[in-house]
C-alpha cells in the first residue's frame, strides 16, 4: 500500500484527499499531534476523518500518535499531552489504524543519560499498553537521530541496541518498531547493517529522504538514501506494512502540488516494488 502522511486539517479537507487519490495514494497516516485529541471533541473530529477516508476510498494505514517536545525530558507529565495520548487509542481504533508510532522521549534534564530515559521510557509504554490493548492498538516505537545540526543533543534511541533493548523488555506484540528512514539517513552507520539488526520488529515506516546535513522530509530519490540497498532488507524480515511516505508538504506552491504528489507516488509505487 503506497501511504502517506498527513495532519488532521489535511484530513478534513476533501478536496485535499480527492487529490492524493487521484495520485495513486490508498493510505494515511494520520497525524494525531493535535491539542483537539485532548477534549472531548475529538471522537466527533475522528469519526468525521473516518467518514471521509471512506467516502475517498482511502484506508487509515497508521497514526503518530500525540508526542511531547523533543526537548522535555523524560520523566515530566503533561495532564493534557497524557489525554491526547490516552485518546488517541481509542481514535486508532475508530480509524481502524492497527499501528500508531511514538516518540520516545529522552532525560534531557539528566545528560541525555541513556539508562534514566530507558527507564521512563519503559514505565511510560507500560502505562499506554493498558489503554492500547483495550482497543487491540499497537504501539511502534520510532528511532530518533542525533542531528547533524545539533550533536550535542543525543535522543533516544539513536542507538539502535537502546532501540532494540526497549521494544523487547516490553515483551508485548502491541510494541514494534516504526522505522523513520530520513532520521537514519543522519547517522554515521551503515542503515541495512542496522535494519538488519531490527528484523522483523519493523511494523511501520516513515519514508523521505534528505542530503544527510537536516531532517528535510522530501520525496525519496531526492536525498542521498540509497533506496536499493536498504528496502530489501525489509523484505528479507517480511515486512508487510504500507510504504508510508512522511513528507513536508507545506512549502509545495499549491500550483505544483498535484505534480508533486504524483512523483512522490510513483516513487512510492517504485519502493513498493521491492517488498512485494
Not at 508510508?244 to 509545495?252: G, Q, R, T
Amino acid at each position: 500500500m503506497k501511504s502517506i502522511s498527513l495532519d488532521i486539517a489535511h484530513a478534513l479537507d476533501e478536496n485535499f484527499l480527492k487529490i492524493l487519490k487521484e495520485s495513486g495514494f490508498s493510505g494515511i497516516d494520520l497525524g494525531l499531534n493535535n491539542q483537539i485529541m485532548a477534549t472531548d471533541a475529538f471522537k466527533g473530529t475522528i469519526e468525521t476523518v473516518r467518514e471521509l477516508f471512506d467516502l475517498n476510498r482511502l484506508i487509515c494505514s497508521q497514526v503518530h500518535l500525540p508526542y511531547y517536545n523533543i526537548f522535555d525530558s523524560s520523566e515530566l507529565y503533561d495532564d493534557e499531552k497524557e489525554a491526547e495520548i490516552k485518546n488517541a487509542f481509542e481514535a486508532m481504533a475508530i480509524l481502524g489504524a492497527k499501528w500508531g508510532a511514538y516518540h520516545p522521549m529522552s532525560a534531557t534534564n539528566y545528560e541525555y543519560d541513556r539508562k534514566r530515559a530507558m527507564n521512563d521510557n519503559r514505565e511510560k509504554l507500560k502505562k499506554y499498553l493498558e489503554t492500547a490493548s483495550k482497543f487491540n492498538v499497537g504501539i511502534a516505537v520510532e528511532n530518533l537521530p542525533i542531528f547533524p545540526d545539533c550533536s550535542q543533543y543525543r535522543f533516544f534511541t539513536y542507538d539502535e541496541d537502546d532501540h532494540i533493548e526497549l521494544v523487547d523488555s516490553l515483551n508485548s506484540e502491541l510494541i514494534a518498531i516504526c522505522w523513520d528512514f530520513g532520521h537514519s539517513n543522519l547517522m554515521k552507520y551503515d542503515m541495512a547493517q542496522v535494519l538488519d539488526k531490527l528484523g522483523d520488529r519493523i511494523k511501520i515506516t516513515h519514508i523521505h529522504d534528505n542530503t544527510k546535513m537536516c531532517d528535510l522530509h522530501i520525496c525519496p530519490g531526492i536525498g542521498k538514501i540509497n533506496w536499493e540497498s536498504v528496502m530489501p532488507i525489509l523484505k528479507k524480515h517480511h515486512y508487510s506494512g504500507p510504504v508510508n511516505l512522511e513528507l513536508e508538504l507545506s512549502y509545495i506552491h499549491p500550483e505544483i502540488l498535484r505534480e508533486y504528489l504524483n512523483m512522490c507516488s510513483k516513487m512510492a509505487g517504485y519502493l513498493e516494488n521491492f517488498i512485494n
